[in-house]
């Protein structure tokens, strides 16, 4: 449950605001493993990515922002699709390491051991061992400057089938998923609540 310092009105208290250089310090984000290629004459690839997000329900859309200089950029600019792989903490590892070396002069597939496997709607692999993979189809790009952002429709979703509870929903939270922020990455931690849980009325012992 949660403790009740958590619960109810924020009570006032003097905050002191120092102004900080405009920088990308929104966080936490995910740190996801991007996968493309495979198709076009294009090796199967990965790219960690942080600047990712939902954007969009109907229809279900993400968006990832890609420096032009990745290797992965040009693969994705030629196939106009990828997948977005979330990592759980087995894949940590190999998360980091796969936005510190690029496709251009290693197999980061072979070098990781992660296992391309065959996606379903789209020609590029997706990574076996991620407990969730999002195959993407590229509706839009827009060069904002130092990043090119991909808008791209989710054209399949798949998740590992030992996330899914007797009645078939997701326990995203079973998967032991990770955060990046400012730099650093994060390990989940416990749940404050389900989404809406401010405004649940609390069940007391012995109510019907
Ligand atoms: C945690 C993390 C997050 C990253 N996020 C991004 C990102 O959002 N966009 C980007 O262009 N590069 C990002 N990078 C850098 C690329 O992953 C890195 O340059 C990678 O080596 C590119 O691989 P490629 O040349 O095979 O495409 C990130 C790296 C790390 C470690």
């Given at each position: ?62 968006s ?19 997948a ?36 379903s ?18 509706q ?22 030992d ?7 997701l ?38």
């Open positions: 449950m949660m403790p009740k310092s958590l619960r109810g009105r924020i009570k006032p208290k003097p905050v002191e605001k120092k102004s900080f250089k405009p920088g990308n310090v929104l966080a936490p984000v995910p740190a996801v493993l991007v996968s493309c290629g495979g198709t076009h004459g294009f090796k199967p690839n990965l790219i960690t990515i942080a600047w990712t997000g939902s954007i969009c329900s109907d229809p279900p859309m993400l990832i922002a890609v420096r032009p200089e990745r290797y992965s950029y040009g693969i994705i600019q030629a196939t106009q699709e990828f977005v792989n979330i990592p759980s903490l087995a894949q940590a590892y190999a998360t980091d390491w796969c936005g510190m070396k690029s496709g251009r002069n290693v197999d980061k597939f072979a070098e990781t051991g992660l296992t391309p496997a065959q996606s709607k789209v020609q590029c692999p997706i990574v076996l061992e991620c407990p969730v993979n999002i195959e993407c189809r590229v839009q790009s827009l060069n904002l400057g130092s990043h090119t952002l991909f808008l791209a429709e989710v054209a399949a979703v798949q998740v590992s089938a996330l899914l509870d007797a009645k078939g929903k326990r995203l939270e079973k998967a032991g998923l990770l955060a990046f922020a400012v730099g650093q990455y994060f390990a989940l931690g416990r749940s404050l609540g389900r989404f809406g849980f401010s405004v649940k009325k609390s069940k007391k012992k012995g109510s019907r």
